[in-house]
DNA sequence: GTCTATACGAGGATAGAC
DNA sequence: GTCTATCCTCGTATAGAC
């Protein structure tokens, strides 16, 4: 596994990691330029040089975050093993979040929508359509190998897929033990897509 | 319908009211006194009498909101209908939070647990236990009644359905027509409890 | 109970030196 | 690129008059 050691990431990239695990952790409204400047070491001041405004710094997040997730889902479809095996992978990226009391970042600016600027709703916006979109190639690929069938359609399946793992997040993080409540809400709709015994 | 036309509010309630719209709508960081100030049509200061600290506040919030919830819930159960249709019901009180762009007050408040204080994340715990139990009862008398069956147990399924329900209602804030994508979302799940044909 | 006035800090943002 | 210094607004909260 290749990783960074060693390698200095440049500033906007710490600010956008910082800034990443902030919003995912407390929202939008509740995370500050004061925050970040903190956490990377520079002034409040110098983080306006990479971002000018906290509204484009969090649309180049979200931008970010869209790509990163269709890369993972490349990677996951890429792999070559079978459709379901793949989707307990795309829980599994809902899943990894939980370790930081984190939840997906679109998830939790899906609950700030409200305040917003209009740029970022569109991001998010995107974001979900990808996802769908990915999702619902893959549970027709499941119905194609006569893994599982999808009720009304694969298109509805995919959204209902989406709100569950993003509700189990939720809830997840107001309990005590996360985990363990995520996967106790994931195992009995996820169990209904495996072949009957 | 009995309502409370003509009568007077008593301005602790008034609070409470817009505060409510104000957290389901935008979180418990963006919202201000200021706004509850503009709504109630009482300066910021006034608001300190009835609620000295915001943090008091929004525990008071929870705590009955709480209520309203088993009330609603109790008059569901009351209503002697089929548990299947009890079951709608409960869906519908999810549903109808949309109309104005509102989440469950603690979807939002599990959103922003991270910046919560405690009280109020016990308050919101809380909550979710309840609706849990009461969730999970009706599920057992439709299983006794052979309407369904839970797997691997009602206590399960009671949290699948208050992920997916959550869920639903995040996705649907973020869509452009909220109600058809929430409607999306709950069918293939509920149709799924339903007997086969 | 509600008001005015005010304290005090935090928030996002800019100007200009280095 | 990063700093210091500063601006202006908004946030929660308190004191004291009415």
Chains 1, 2 share one sequence.
Not at 20 to 36: E, H, L, P, T
Not at 40 to 69: C, D, W
Request: charged share 20%; hydrophobic share 40%; proline share 4%.
């Amino acid at each position: 596994m290749v990783d960074n050691q060693g390698m200095e990431k440049n500033t906007a990239t710490q600010i956008l990691d910082v800034a990443q695990n902030m919003v995912r952790n407390r929202g939008y409204s509740a995370f500050s330029y004061a925050d970040i400047s903190e956490q990377v070491g520079i002034r409040k001041a110098s983080i306006h040089y990479h971002f000018p405004s906290k509204e484009n710094l969090v649309t180049m997040l979200v931008k970010r975050y869209r790509q990163g997730m269709m890369r993972e889902c490349d990677r996951i479809a890429k792999s070559g093993t079978d459709p379901d095996e793949q989707l307990m992978q795309f829980a599994q990226l809902y899943r990894n979040g939980l370790q930081q009391d984190q939840i997906c970042l679109c998830a939790m600016l899906a609950a700030d929508f409200a305040v917003l600027p209009y740029p970022i709703q569109t991001e998010i916006r995107a974001f979900f359509a990808e996802t769908e979109a990915w999702l619902t190639a893959l549970l027709q690929q499941g119905c194609d190998a006569q893994l599982w069938t999808c009720q009304p359609s694969v298109a509805q399946e995919a959204k209902s897929l989406m709100a569950l793992l993003q509700g189990a997040q939720l809830l997840a993080r107001s309990a005590e033990d996360g985990y363990e409540v995520f996967d106790q809400i994931i195992s009995p709709v996820l169990a209904v897509k495996l072949p009957e015994p």
